[in-house]
């Protein structure tokens, strides 16, 4: 059973250009969420997803992040522009039941 | 609100027996998990406690009290490989059964 995908791993931007995250969850979880995680910090939920319904956003800085899960599969988690303080792995993480299923993260550095 | 807390580093001996602790308040408790994350690495998911009670797995068991708070990963016969960080998390069914991790405790386990 292939595990969460998310690409790209590493990116390296500038502030105030924009970046995209993408991710493919496990086949059949319902359940999608997108985490950040700073260094010797555990992961902070940014968005989860109930198929294509977000039901839970309350921590995504919507000035300048965005989320959306067209069909209930596949996400894209954006960010324009970005801050040097979104410098952070980003993760995915996808659920039928109880645990989550975690992705290889993004790495994204801001200059 | 929640809190989770737990002990930032841990160092143990290979072949020995650790314990490490994880204490939490939150006003709607559904279920505590135990996180493994290597450097560099996604967490991957060790154990689920929503009763009261030990649940052994192999080598690793996690042990909980509702009443208290608390919560533990007892690691025992422990290898090298077992230096990672341990993510406390917890499960809130206030605000629609979010999911909050503690900060982790980073083990190192020496020869």
């Known amino acids: 059973e292939a595990g969460v995908v998310q690409s790209p791993r590493y990116k390296i931007i500038e502030k105030k250009q924009p970046v995209a995250f993408w991710c493919n969850p496990i086949?059949?979880?319902?359940?999608l969420y997108w985490y950040r995680q700073n260094l010797g910090q555990g992961p902070e939920l940014l968005i989860r997803?109930?198929?294509?319904?977000?039901?839970?956003d309350s921590q995504l800085p919507k000035d300048r992040f965005s989320a959306e899960r067209l069909k209930g599969v596949d996400s894209t988690l954006k960010i324009q522009p970005a801050e040097l303080g979104d410098s952070a792995v980003y993760l995915c993480a996808s659920s039928w039941t109880n645990e989550q299923y975690f992705g290889p993260g993004t790495r994204l550095t801001v200059t | 609100g929640q809190n989770i807390d737990q002990p930032t580093e841990m160092t143990a001996t290979e072949g020995a027996i650790v314990q490490i602790n994880c204490t939490y308040q939150?006003?709607?408790?559904?279920?505590l998990f135990w996180y493994q994350q290597h450097a560099g690495e996604a967490p991957t998911f060790l154990s689920y406690n929503v009763l009261d009670g030990l649940e052994e797995k192999g080598r690793f068991s996690s042990f909980l009290s509702r009443s208290k708070g608390y919560s533990y990963l007892l690691l025992k016969e422990l290898q090298m490989k077992d230096s990672a960080s341990y993510l406390c998390?917890?499960?809130?069914?206030?605000?629609?059964?979010?999911?909050?991790f503690g900060a982790g405790t980073r083990l190192f386990v020496k020869a």
């Open positions: 086949s059949g979880h319902n359940t």
């Open positions: 997803y109930e198929n294509e319904e977000a039901v839970d």
């Open positions: 939150t006003s709607g408790f559904n279920g």
């Open positions: 998390a917890v499960r809130d069914s206030t605000g629609g059964f979010k999911t909050i």
